[in-house]
């Protein structure tokens, strides 16, 4: 238990984020680093407890809708920077039901989540845009994203005007339908984001325009991808299967997956894999609990 605080534990929780397309912007330092582009903040995102620990520790955890463990990780990089950026040890639990490193911006999330309970546990006095500029950086640093931290301040449909996360965001409220997504497995991101030449690639797909509709974020994403040089055969023969039933597809930014709307989704991607049921976020990070 803090002394100072007399809490033992804090639990919050960030959404995760589809990135639909991007340009990356690459500063003199992380706040000045990220992306422009648009995407959609999902409800479904990291659950993450910090409690004061001896030795900092980490316990990344998938687990499925019956508290199955899935997936679980000891080693965590950007999350370890965080915390040593904090005047306490902490142990880190974070828990999702999506795949991790499969382009649903869950790094970002228990990075956002972590960063907020961490300041609370520990008094450290730190404003919600520092909590958030902290998890951004550490994303920056580790290559494992570039604009979903700044996205998953708020919820909706997102379109980031710049880079960093002071900059203006465009929100739209306008997906009530869930938007469905199938994984072939990760595509990581710090093999991408660190090199220049995929980041070339990737600045010359970018679109230019805002999406002002869910249609146009759908045509405009799937432009990109096409573009990008990223779409895996995998993703390929699925995007052809949706245009071929005329339903709006387009490949996560970034992980070898599909996410697509409309009622004739989920029947076109059970051809393939799992499929997630994924809903548009209200909200951004907030914290869900302190115990004393």
Same mark, same amino acid.
């Given at each position: ?188 991101? %710090? *093999? #991408? +984001? ?10 010359? /797909?970018?679109? &230019?325009? $805002? ?54 989704? %989920? *029947? #076109? +991607? ?10 548009? /976020?209200?909200? &951004?990070? $907030? ?6």
């Amino acid at each position: 238990m803090s002394k100072e605080t007399g809490i033992s534990s804090v639990t919050a929780f960030c959404p995760g984020h589809l990135s639909g397309y991007f340009y990356p912007v690459i500063g003199s330092h992380p706040s000045t680093t990220g992306s422009i582009g648009a995407g959609i903040v999902i409800r479904e995102g990291v659950s993450v407890r910090v409690s004061l620990s001896d030795e900092p520790s980490i316990c990344a955890r998938r687990i499925s809708f019956e508290e199955v463990v899935l997936e679980e990780f000891t080693d965590a990089p950007p999350l370890s920077w965080l915390a040593g950026q904090f005047p306490c040890t902490v142990r880190i639990e974070t828990s999702c039901t999506l795949p991790i490193g499969a382009g649903f911006g869950l790094s970002a999330a228990a990075l956002m989540a972590a960063a907020f309970a961490i300041n609370i546990l520990c008094d450290a006095g730190l404003s919600p845009r520092e909590c958030t500029s902290l998890a951004h950086e550490a994303e920056i640093l580790h290559h494992t994203g570039l604009g979903d931290v700044a996205a998953c301040q708020g919820g909706g449909r997102d379109y980031r005007t710049g880079a960093g996360t002071g900059a203006e965001i465009i929100r739209y409220f306008d997906i009530t339908d869930p938007v469905y997504a199938v994984n072939f497995g990760p595509l990581p991101s %710090p *093999g #991408i +984001l660190g090199s220049p030449e995929a980041l070339g690639r990737i600045a010359a /797909a970018y679109p &230019g325009q $805002r999406p002002d509709t869910p249609a146009m974020f759908f045509r405009l994403s799937r432009l990109f991808a096409e573009a990008s040089g990223l779409l895996t055969p995998s993703v390929n023969e699925v995007l052809a299967e949706c245009d071929r039933e005329d339903v709006a597809a387009s490949m996560t930014m970034l992980g070898n997956g599909v996410f697509a709307l409309g009622k004739q989704a %989920p *029947g #076109i +991607l059970s051809a393939y894999g799992e499929v997630f049921e994924l809903h548009m /976020a209200a909200s &951004g990070v $907030r914290i869900t609990g302190v115990q004393q």
